[in-house]
């Protein structure tokens, strides 16, 4: 019975199969999922919801990434890499519409890589001087020994997503990378006081004992905040033919995740089905809404002009589409306390 389930997951008196129960939930035992999801985000947050800006300021990666329209051998894309003084105007008026957080995202660039990652650090750095809201650097993997500096530097959130917990499922989407250290990058990020974001894909030929596998460890991993989304196929990759992944198996793990970690984040991005697939994933219990960009002149990662044309994805417009829906942007000062809260939990 999926209400069982339910209530040893809440009660933290849980095993696998009954995360994977959770997780392939159907018809009313999917409504049950929801429903107690919703109620463990509005206890814990009510109405009141994070919105990240998104700076993807590289898309230059040393990566060959199975799933990636990025990946080094992709010969298709045209790829770009901004200088330090748009970065910093891009994140300023996104600090100026209202969001809580400035997610600085590039591929495994080797230019922002050399000299100790002095490129990257410098646009750390003068992000923060300039802006005084929440950063997140998503650079892929580093050096163990870069994590203080980072934090030094004025990132609040280490995010890389490990996509797979499933060992052998990473090594064919990630070739030629370390599954240790990617899972490491969690726990470096913990020591040096920065908080981590851990993100799992749905739909890249897991099974739902490895999805649960993927949400149990993220758990293990203390990550503060967590993600799924839907596999995108993208041109130019040995994945570009696989069938996309189900936004309901997104929204499903979103929901689980949700009963499982009630007091950390968990975003709906609209990386996949933009602005009309947001109140589906609230609804399943997410509480922050990432992947904002400010207009058509940024890419975002699953699909890169979803809904940037046509300004849905504007920080205005989430805004709208959030109070429409019941709920209401968190402000700065709120994400500021709940990083200070959360990052005294790693001391």
Known sequence: MIV????????????????EALLTAEGRDLEELLGAARE????R???????????YFSTHCRNDCAFCYYRASNGSTGRYRKDPDEIVDLACRLRDS???????????????????FEGFLDIVSRVDEAVDIGIMASPGTVPRELMSPLREAGADWLA???????????????????????????TWAHEAGLLSEDGMMVGIGEDPGSRALSVMEMGSLGCDQVRAMAFVPQIGTPMSSRVPGSPEDEIRA??????????????????VEGISGLMAR??????????????????????????????????????????????????????????????GILT
């Open 4 to 19: 069982d389930a339910i209530g040893r997951v809440i009660d933290r008196d849980y095993g696998a199969e009954d995360v």
């Open 40 to 43: 463990v985000r509005d206890r």
């Open 45 to 55: 947050f009510g109405n009141r919801v994070f919105t990240y800006g998104f700076a």
């Open 98 to 116: 209202g969001v809580d957080l400035i997610d600085l995202t590039m591929g495994e660039d080797e230019a922002m890589r050399r000299n100790g």
């Open 160 to 186: 890389c997503y490990q996509e797979t917990y499933d060992r052998g499922l990473f090594e064919r989407i990630r070739p030629g990378q370390s599954f240790d250290i990617r899972r490491d990058q969690k």
């Open 254 to 271: 979103i929901a689980t995740m949700r009963l499982m970690f009630p007091r950390r984040l968990i975003p709906a991005s609209l990386d």
């Open 282 to 343: 609230l609804e399943a219990g997410a509480n922050v809404v990432t992947s904002i960009v400010p207009d058509a002149s940024l890419s975002g990662v699953a699909q890169h002009e979803l809904d940037i044309g046509n300004g849905n994805r504007s920080v205005d417009h989430v805004f709208s589409v959030l109070g429409d829906c019941g709920f209401e942007p968190a402000s700065p000062s709120e994400y500021r306390r709940w990083m200070d809260s959360r990052r």
